[in-house]
């Protein structure tokens, strides 16, 4: 029997949603290719509303296309499922309607037998809710989620889809910015990476940075030397910062370089931001899943606006990697990634087995599909990892403790 497959994308887009999506489409072509594709457009958004476009032929033909673009073929958006306020408000249901309702009858009158959600913890946490939903009413239907997300912070995930292609590109994006020290005399530059909760990403971009620097040729005999082009401190919300010890090591690096570089994770300090702002009667903005929005906090604005004085800067620039990486489209090794995890994800749908098909940490790593009770952001990063105080040693800076709750 034929069946019909939906997939959705949702929440911020990651090097690996469009990849998703066509790695799906091989699998399933191989597996069952008379199945009937569709894709519901803009992620919870689309089933809510009833919007979808059906993968024709040639789109199931040509699925390794999607391999060479980033963003997500099918479109994004932020809404969680419980939140009956916010999507009423939104206009996605009416009033006195309950979303998940909406979302499992718009699945059924679609004929749907499996939907596949592709997004972070805040997408699989909502799939689990319509999972369970659809458990509890007797909807025979299987939900399997493959899980995205820059900042490789859900449990029990090993690896997030996606996050090394963005650590590679906040080092390429840097890799252009730090020429930026020969703009002035005592230049402070801030690199602000994604990040609300999780540093993985700052400290995978400067890893990754600094091995691109191993490349280059250099000639310090006018200055083009190694020193001025390094990463110089590396600020992640797990580890707790002394700032007063750090403004005397990097006052020194900035007498002897010329400038300072940081890499700044922008989850970095934003508890102490909000207390500042909200202490300020500031009211603050946040989304369906309760977050505060980034943007509006600035931290790399608020950490230049302390540091400048403080280091004698006579430049600050402060430039945010976040878009530019996490449009990029995967790399190799992401991209196999995707593939396995695409393939494991198939296979357990048609076997009608819902969950999250990824490396499981509690599992040696291996690839499994993990019950959706399982999944849960805010997996911080392991700042005792070998290879992250080996790169702190290497940039001379001291490593201090774990900061509490991580």
């Not at 489409?25 to 803009?42: F, K």
Request: net charge negative; charged share 25%.
């Amino acid at each position: 029997m034929s069946k019909k497959i939906a997939f959705l994308t949702a929440g911020g887009i990651a090097p690996c949603l469009s990849s998703s999506i066509g790695a799906l489409i091989e699998r399933y072509n191989e597996l069952i290719p008379d199945a009937e594709l569709i894709g519901y457009l803009n992620g919870y958004q689309g089933l809510l509303l009833g919007k979808s476009i059906v993968f024709s032929e040639e789109v199931k033909k040509n699925y390794d296309v999607l391999f060479n673009f980033g963003g997500s073929a099918i479109g994004n958006s932020r809404v969680k499922l419980t939140n009956v306020k916010d999507c009423t408000k939104r206009g996605l249901v009416n009033e006195g309607q309950e979303p998940l309702q909406i979302a499992a009858e718009q699945l059924i009158a679609d004929n749907v037998d499996i939907l596949h959600t592709i997004g972070g913890d805040d997408t699989n946490t909502t799939a689990a809710d319509l999972a369970k939903y659809l458990e509890d009413n007797g909807y025979g239907l299987t939900v399997v989620g493959l899980p995205k997300t820059v900042d490789n912070d859900v449990f029990p995930i090993d690896q997030t889809l996606g996050a090394w292609t963005a650590a590679e590109q906040s080092a390429l994006f840097f890799e252009n910015v730090a020429n930026e020290n020969t703009t002035s005399t005592r230049q402070l530059i801030i690199h602000e990476v994604m990040g609300r909760h999780c540093g993985w990403l700052t400290a995978a971009a400067a890893s990754d940075y600094r091995k691109r620097l191993d490349t280059y040729r250099w000639l310090p005999e006018i200055n083009v030397c190694r020193e001025r082009w390094d990463v110089h401190a590396i600020w992640v919300p797990e580890m707790e910062l002394d700032l007063e010890s750090e403004l005397v090591r990097l006052n020194r690096l900035m007498d002897d370089n010329d400038c300072v570089n940081i890499f700044l994770s922008e989850g970095a300090g934003t508890d102490a931001i909000i207390r500042e702002k909200e202490a300020a009667g500031e009211e603050l903005r946040r989304d369906a899943f309760g977050h505060v929005r980034l943007d509006e906090l600035n931290p790399g604005k608020w950490f230049a606006s302390r540091l400048k004085d403080s280091l004698s800067a006579d430049k600050v620039l402060v430039q945010k990697s976040g878009y530019f990486a996490r449009a990029a489209r995967p790399n190799g090794r992401d991209l196999e990634l995707i593939k396995r995890s695409a393939a494991a994800a198939a296979e357990a749908a048609l076997a009608g087995k819902s969950g999250v098909a990824g490396l499981d940490a509690d599992n040696q790593g291996e690839m499994s599909i993990i019950d959706f009770s399982r999944i849960a952001g805010g997996k911080p990063f392991d700042i005792d990892e070998p290879w992250f105080g080996e790169l702190l040693s290497a940039i001379g800076q001291p490593k201090t403790g774990k900061v509490a709750g991580h």
